[in-house]
């Protein structure tokens, strides 16, 4: 029986060790998170390919320490006690000393800005600084008045003769099936009636087919191809609904991380 008893022991704490489940569920958790933790996506004209950096919180609140201006947006250093953490917003009146309230719902990590030729870790991209007045016309997402995306549709264009892309959808099947196309990829023959560049690190893009009618004629296209307003463009992308980019900016309906081909 002796012989066996370091055996029995050594089997006893392979079991103590091995049979604790917080470390493997612990390390799991921060490898789906890492996996998921990605690469910037641009600001003023700048272009980034990494994906946003996970959001832990709503919101922060601090103190701001710093602030500077560049390429129509104002990035500000907040003093939030426990940390400092940088935020960008369109270019906007903003003191240092004052309290500011941070949406961090768009973190973009290893962000490089080449206005100021300076990479930062982490910037939360937001509307606004809590209250901080807008430098200029156009709202809380921008300055000037085409600076950002709106989530209005687009003016009044003449659009007719645009055929179907092959297996593809129009702009009203998009809108009239959009809670079962969520998630999906989908193609979409249209002309380009709105376009602006950079904001949120993306290209903004609207696109009519003569489909539909005042409210459901007109599809939101995010991607990091380039487009002209009056271009007819096949876009091929992921449909999201509900979207939310905060400041009043909410998407029923949006195309995200398109492939855009002209036709």
């Known amino acids: 029986m002796k012989k066996w008893l370091p055996i029995i022991a050594f089997l006893v704490l392979s ?8 470390g493997g569920d612990e390390h799991a958790e921060h490898a789906s998170t890492d996996d998921h933790a990605g690469h910037s996506h641009g600001d003023d004209a ?36 426990d940390e400092k953490i940088w935020a960008a917003a369109p270019k906007c009146a903003v003191e240092v000393g004052s309290e500011v309230t941070i949406d961090t719902r768009m973190p973009m990590s290893d962000f490089h800005s080449e206005t100021l030729d300076r ?39 003449e659009v007719s003769g645009i055929d179907r892309a092959p297996d593809g959808l129009t702009v009203a099947e998009v809108w ?26 993306k290209n903004w893009i609207h696109v009519r087919d003569g489909s539909g009618s005042a409210g459901t004629n007109d599809l939101t296209i995010t991607t990091d191809g380039f487009a002209q307003v009056g271009d007819v463009v096949t876009v091929t992308g992921k449909v999201a609904v509900n979207k939310d980019f905060g400041a009043g900016y909410k998407y029923d309906v949006i195309v995200e991380d398109a492939k855009v081909v002209k036709k």
């Open 15 to 22: 079991l103590a060790v091995f049979g604790c489940g917080g």
């Open 176 to 201: 009239a099936d959009r809670d079962a196309l969520a998630g999906r990829a989908v193609t979409v023959r249209g002309k380009v009636v709105k376009y602006n560049s950079g904001i949120l690190g």
């Open 119 to 157: 990479t930062f870790a982490v910037v939360y991209f937001t509307g606004g600084f809590g209250g901080a007045e807008p430098a200029g016309h156009g709202g809380a997402m921008g300055g000037a008045a085409n600076e950002h995306p709106t989530a209005e549709p687009a003016g009044d264009a």
């Open 46 to 81: 700048d272009h980034g390919h990494d994906h946003p950096a996970p959001a832990s919180d709503a919101s922060k609140t601090g103190t701001v320490i710093e602030t500077m201006d560049a390429g129509g947006y104002t990035y500000v250093n907040v003093d939030c006690g």
